[in-house]
T-cell receptor, first 112, second 114 residues
Framework: EAQVTQNPRYLITVTGKKLTVTCSQN?????MSWYRQDPGLGLRQIYY???????DKGDVPEGYKVSRKEKRNFPLILESPSPNQTSLYFC???????????FGPGTRLTVT | AQRVTQPEKLLSVFKGAPVELKCNYS??????LFWYVQYSRQRLQLLLR??SRESIKGFTADLNKGETSFHLKKPFAQEEDSAMYYC????????????????FGKGTKLSVKP
Protein backbone atom coordinates (compact mmCIF):
# COMPACT_ATOMS: atom_id res chain seq x y z
CA GLU A 1 0.00 0.00 0.00
CA ALA A 2 1.31 3.41 -1.00
CA GLN A 3 1.70 5.50 2.10
CA VAL A 4 3.53 8.08 4.14
CA THR A 5 4.27 7.08 7.72
CA GLN A 6 5.29 9.20 10.67
CA ASN A 7 6.60 8.26 14.09
CA PRO A 8 5.80 8.90 16.81
CA ARG A 9 2.15 9.82 16.42
CA TYR A 10 2.01 11.51 19.81
CA LEU A 11 4.84 12.97 21.83
CA ILE A 12 4.98 14.96 25.04
CA THR A 13 8.36 16.34 25.92
CA VAL A 14 10.05 19.07 27.91
CA THR A 15 11.72 22.26 26.79
CA GLY A 16 15.21 21.73 25.48
CA LYS A 17 15.15 17.96 25.06
CA LYS A 18 16.18 17.12 21.51
CA LEU A 19 13.72 15.05 19.52
CA THR A 20 13.31 13.62 16.04
CA VAL A 21 10.09 12.91 14.19
CA THR A 22 10.58 10.40 11.42
CA CYS A 23 8.84 10.40 8.06
CA SER A 24 9.05 7.66 5.48
CA GLN A 25 7.36 7.11 2.12
CA ASN A 26 7.27 4.02 -0.07
CA UNK A 27 6.29 5.66 -3.34
CA UNK A 28 9.78 6.59 -4.55
CA UNK A 29 8.78 10.24 -4.44
CA UNK A 30 11.44 12.84 -5.03
CA UNK A 31 9.72 15.69 -3.19
CA MET A 32 9.06 15.67 0.57
CA SER A 33 7.90 18.37 2.90
CA TRP A 34 7.09 19.13 6.54
CA TYR A 35 4.18 21.27 7.70
CA ARG A 36 2.85 22.37 11.01
CA GLN A 37 -0.87 22.84 11.53
CA ASP A 38 -2.13 25.29 14.13
CA PRO A 39 -5.68 26.44 14.85
CA GLY A 40 -6.58 29.49 12.83
CA LEU A 41 -3.30 29.41 10.91
CA GLY A 42 -3.84 26.42 8.67
CA LEU A 43 -0.81 24.58 7.35
CA ARG A 44 2.54 26.28 7.21
CA GLN A 45 5.55 24.77 5.51
CA ILE A 46 8.65 24.20 7.63
CA TYR A 47 11.15 22.61 5.23
CA TYR A 48 11.05 20.79 1.96
CA UNK A 49 13.34 18.57 -0.04
CA UNK A 50 13.53 18.12 -3.77
CA UNK A 51 15.69 15.01 -3.60
CA UNK A 52 18.45 13.32 -1.62
CA UNK A 53 20.78 15.86 0.00
CA UNK A 54 18.67 18.76 -1.36
CA UNK A 55 16.69 20.63 1.27
CA ASP A 56 15.40 24.17 1.61
CA LYS A 57 13.54 26.35 4.09
CA GLY A 58 9.83 26.82 3.98
CA ASP A 59 7.88 29.61 5.63
CA VAL A 60 8.56 28.77 9.30
CA PRO A 61 11.95 27.00 9.53
CA GLU A 62 13.21 28.55 12.79
CA GLY A 63 13.91 25.98 15.47
CA TYR A 64 13.84 23.02 13.08
CA LYS A 65 16.34 21.00 11.10
CA VAL A 66 15.90 18.31 8.47
CA SER A 67 18.03 15.86 6.58
CA ARG A 68 17.52 13.79 3.45
CA LYS A 69 20.15 11.09 3.35
CA GLU A 70 17.85 8.56 1.70
CA LYS A 71 15.08 9.14 -0.77
CA ARG A 72 12.41 7.52 1.36
CA ASN A 73 13.16 9.25 4.66
CA PHE A 74 12.88 12.88 5.72
CA PRO A 75 13.24 13.29 9.49
CA LEU A 76 12.35 16.50 11.30
CA ILE A 77 14.71 17.43 14.11
CA LEU A 78 14.01 19.80 16.98
CA GLU A 79 17.38 20.42 18.62
CA SER A 80 15.97 22.40 21.55
CA PRO A 81 12.17 22.30 21.53
CA SER A 82 10.22 25.18 23.01
CA PRO A 83 6.55 25.44 23.99
CA ASN A 84 5.74 27.47 20.86
CA GLN A 85 6.58 24.37 18.84
CA THR A 86 3.61 22.57 20.34
CA SER A 87 1.65 21.71 17.22
CA LEU A 88 0.40 19.04 14.86
CA TYR A 89 3.04 18.13 12.32
CA PHE A 90 2.46 16.59 8.91
CA CYS A 91 4.92 15.12 6.49
CA UNK A 92 4.02 14.93 2.81
CA UNK A 93 5.56 13.58 -0.35
CA UNK A 94 4.92 13.85 -4.07
CA UNK A 95 6.39 12.88 -7.36
CA UNK A 96 7.77 15.63 -9.55
CA UNK A 97 5.47 14.45 -12.30
CA UNK A 98 2.18 15.34 -10.68
CA UNK A 99 3.12 17.27 -7.53
CA UNK A 100 0.07 15.68 -5.92
CA UNK A 101 1.01 15.58 -2.25
CA UNK A 102 0.35 12.54 -0.07
CA PHE A 103 0.22 13.28 3.63
CA GLY A 104 1.28 11.29 6.65
CA PRO A 105 -1.09 10.72 9.59
CA GLY A 106 0.36 13.55 11.65
CA THR A 107 2.39 13.81 14.84
CA ARG A 108 0.92 15.69 17.75
CA LEU A 109 3.75 17.27 19.71
CA THR A 110 3.40 18.92 23.09
CA VAL A 111 6.36 20.76 24.59
CA THR A 112 6.00 21.71 28.25
CA ALA B 1 2.48 38.03 -3.08
CA GLN B 2 1.19 34.51 -3.39
CA ARG B 3 -1.76 33.96 -1.12
CA VAL B 4 -4.80 31.75 -0.73
CA THR B 5 -7.80 33.11 1.11
CA GLN B 6 -10.66 31.07 2.50
CA PRO B 7 -12.98 33.71 3.95
CA GLU B 8 -15.13 31.39 6.04
CA LYS B 9 -13.66 29.65 9.08
CA LEU B 10 -16.85 27.72 9.63
CA LEU B 11 -19.71 26.84 7.32
CA SER B 12 -22.76 25.10 8.69
CA VAL B 13 -25.49 23.66 6.45
CA PHE B 14 -28.28 21.15 6.74
CA LYS B 15 -28.17 17.76 5.07
CA GLY B 16 -29.42 18.00 1.50
CA ALA B 17 -28.66 21.69 1.17
CA PRO B 18 -26.20 23.01 -1.41
CA VAL B 19 -22.79 23.94 -0.17
CA GLU B 20 -20.13 26.27 -1.53
CA LEU B 21 -16.75 26.69 0.10
CA LYS B 22 -15.02 29.79 -1.14
CA CYS B 23 -11.41 30.07 -2.16
CA ASN B 24 -9.70 33.09 -3.68
CA TYR B 25 -6.09 33.30 -4.64
CA SER B 26 -3.48 35.87 -5.41
CA UNK B 27 -0.84 34.86 -7.92
CA UNK B 28 0.48 36.67 -10.93
CA UNK B 29 1.22 33.59 -13.05
CA UNK B 30 -0.71 30.47 -13.97
CA UNK B 31 -1.34 28.49 -10.81
CA UNK B 32 -2.42 24.97 -10.14
CA LEU B 33 -5.23 24.76 -7.60
CA PHE B 34 -6.18 21.94 -5.27
CA TRP B 35 -8.76 21.15 -2.62
CA TYR B 36 -7.68 18.95 0.28
CA VAL B 37 -10.03 17.48 2.88
CA GLN B 38 -9.23 16.45 6.43
CA TYR B 39 -11.82 14.32 8.22
CA SER B 40 -11.79 14.26 11.99
CA ARG B 41 -8.52 12.85 13.32
CA GLN B 42 -7.35 11.81 9.86
CA ARG B 43 -4.66 12.91 7.48
CA LEU B 44 -5.21 15.39 4.68
CA GLN B 45 -6.35 13.84 1.44
CA LEU B 46 -6.49 15.29 -2.00
CA LEU B 47 -10.09 15.92 -3.02
CA LEU B 48 -9.77 17.76 -6.32
CA ARG B 49 -7.23 19.39 -8.58
CA UNK B 50 -8.38 21.84 -11.19
CA UNK B 51 -6.46 20.33 -14.07
CA SER B 52 -8.24 16.99 -13.78
CA ARG B 53 -11.71 18.56 -13.86
CA GLU B 54 -13.16 15.59 -11.99
CA SER B 55 -16.11 15.32 -9.66
CA ILE B 56 -15.13 13.55 -6.45
CA LYS B 57 -17.75 12.55 -3.86
CA GLY B 58 -20.15 14.88 -5.65
CA PHE B 59 -17.85 17.90 -5.25
CA THR B 60 -16.77 20.07 -8.16
CA ALA B 61 -14.60 23.14 -8.42
CA ASP B 62 -14.00 25.44 -11.36
CA LEU B 63 -11.04 27.69 -11.73
CA ASN B 64 -12.19 31.23 -12.53
CA LYS B 65 -9.11 33.15 -13.59
CA GLY B 66 -11.03 36.40 -13.97
CA GLU B 67 -12.21 36.32 -10.38
CA THR B 68 -9.11 34.41 -9.19
CA SER B 69 -11.36 31.93 -7.45
CA PHE B 70 -11.61 28.17 -7.09
CA HIS B 71 -14.79 27.62 -5.11
CA LEU B 72 -15.76 24.09 -4.05
CA LYS B 73 -19.39 23.15 -4.60
CA LYS B 74 -21.73 20.29 -3.91
CA PRO B 75 -25.44 20.39 -4.74
CA PHE B 76 -26.63 18.20 -1.84
CA ALA B 77 -24.50 18.05 1.31
CA GLN B 78 -24.26 14.81 3.30
CA GLU B 79 -23.39 14.41 6.98
CA GLU B 80 -20.23 12.51 6.03
CA ASP B 81 -19.01 15.65 4.24
CA SER B 82 -18.38 17.27 7.61
CA ALA B 83 -14.65 17.96 7.66
CA MET B 84 -11.98 20.60 7.36
CA TYR B 85 -11.39 21.75 3.78
CA TYR B 86 -8.21 23.40 2.59
CA CYS B 87 -7.68 25.18 -0.69
CA UNK B 88 -4.09 25.13 -1.93
CA UNK B 89 -2.14 26.72 -4.74
CA UNK B 90 0.97 25.46 -6.48
CA UNK B 91 2.82 28.21 -8.30
CA UNK B 92 3.82 26.74 -11.64
CA UNK B 93 7.17 27.75 -12.99
CA UNK B 94 8.88 28.01 -9.65
CA UNK B 95 12.57 27.27 -9.35
CA UNK B 96 14.02 23.95 -8.24
CA UNK B 97 12.23 22.31 -5.37
CA UNK B 98 9.88 25.19 -4.86
CA UNK B 99 7.88 23.88 -7.81
CA UNK B 100 6.38 21.35 -5.44
CA UNK B 101 5.48 23.77 -2.69
CA UNK B 102 1.85 24.27 -1.86
CA UNK B 103 0.45 27.46 -0.40
CA PHE B 104 -2.52 26.62 1.80
CA GLY B 105 -5.45 28.68 2.88
CA LYS B 106 -6.37 28.63 6.55
CA GLY B 107 -9.16 26.19 6.00
CA THR B 108 -12.94 26.09 6.30
CA LYS B 109 -14.65 23.74 8.68
CA LEU B 110 -17.80 22.35 7.10
CA SER B 111 -20.47 21.08 9.44
CA VAL B 112 -23.44 19.28 7.90
CA LYS B 113 -26.33 18.93 10.31
CA PRO B 114 -29.00 16.21 10.07
Amino acid sequence: EAQVTQNPRYLITVTGKKLTVTCSQNMNHEYMSWYRQDPGLGLRQIYYSMNVEVTDKGDVPEGYKVSRKEKRNFPLILESPSPNQTSLYFCASSSTQTYEQYFGPGTRLTVT
Amino acid sequence: AQRVTQPEKLLSVFKGAPVELKCNYSYSGSPELFWYVQYSRQRLQLLLRHISRESIKGFTADLNKGETSFHLKKPFAQEEDSAMYYCALRPRGGYGGSQGNLIFGKGTKLSVKP
